[in-house]
T-cell receptor, first 112, second 113 residues
Framework: DSGVTQTPKHLITATGQRVTLRCSPRSGDLSVYWYQQSLDQGLQFLIQ???????AKGNILERFSAQQFPDLHSELNLSSLELGDSALYFCASSEGTGSPLHFGNGTRLTVT | GQQLNQSPQSMFIQEGEDVSMNCTSSSIFNTWLWYKQDPGEGPVLLIALYKAGELTSNGRLTAQFGITRKDSFLNISASIPSDVGIYFCAGLPSGAGSYQLTFGKGTKLSVIP
């Protein structure tokens, strides 16, 4: 158990809809990261938050947004969903800069 | 940006055999990490390496930080069925934030009982 909690485990929704994925980091970790893993693809970095502030952006679409709340949990919002958004979405947390990431078990999103 | 070449892409081995996989880059990294991902779960950190030449073990797993700082190796000895999964290497450039962690595309390991 990595200590990173993600909910829900599975999401099935239709194109055009909006969903919210939730992540609670390991106790004491201030940084939260979101990654997307499509079928047979590696892990694609989306965005990082540190202590409530956006720290870095990767290949995140404009239809996607995220935030980190004062209690350090984070939410990833995906809107105007398309079939190609179907993927595993992972949250990870770390103590700080340069520290190893610890991953949650992911949310499997299926867009039909 | 940096790219990591991880090989082999997949491998099938007999239970009890040793396994070797590696990761190479055209850039220098100051940290190398090895993760394992089981089906339906998130990647789990196996070994972290922070110094060129470092050799670190975790049970039957041994990983090395290459002297050139452009490669890393993971060995698994006496494989067992629960070693099945996808193994990812990840590298972090010097002074970089953790968001700059670059992942390889993974090595899919299958163990034949």
């Amino acid at each position: 158990d990595s200590g990173v909690t993600q909910t829900p485990k599975h999401l099935i929704t239709a194109t055009g809809q909006r969903v919210t994925l939730r992540c609670s980091p390991r106790s004491g970790d201030l940084s939260v990261y979101w990654y997307q893993q499509s079928l047979d693809q590696g892990l694609q970095f989306l965005i990082q938050y540190y202590n409530g502030e956006e720290r870095a952006k990767g290949n995140i679409l404009e239809r996607f947004s995220a935030q980190q709340f004062p209690d350090l949990h984070s939410e990833l919002n995906l809107s105007s969903l398309e079939l190609g958004d179907s993927a595993l979405y992972f949250c990870a947390s770390s103590e700080g800069t340069g520290s190893p990431l610890h991953f949650g078990n992911g949310t499997r999103l299926t867009v039909t | 940006g940096q790219q990591l070449n991880q090989s082999p892409q997949s491998m099938f081995i007999q239970e009890g055999e040793d396994v070797s996989m590696n990761c190479t880059s055209s850039s220098i990294f100051n940290t190398w990490l090895w993760y394992k991902q089981d089906p339906g779960e998130g990647p789990v950190l196996l070994i972290a390496l922070y110094k060129a030449g470092e050799l670190t073990s975790n049970g039957r797993l041994t990983a090395q930080f290459g002297i050139t700082r452009k490669d890393s190796f993971l060995n698994i000895s006496a494989s067992i069925p629960s070693d099945v999964g996808i193994y990812f290497c990840a590298g972090l450039p010097s002074g970089a934030g953790s968001y700059q962690l670059t992942f390889g595309k993974g090595t899919k390991l299958s163990v034949i009982p």
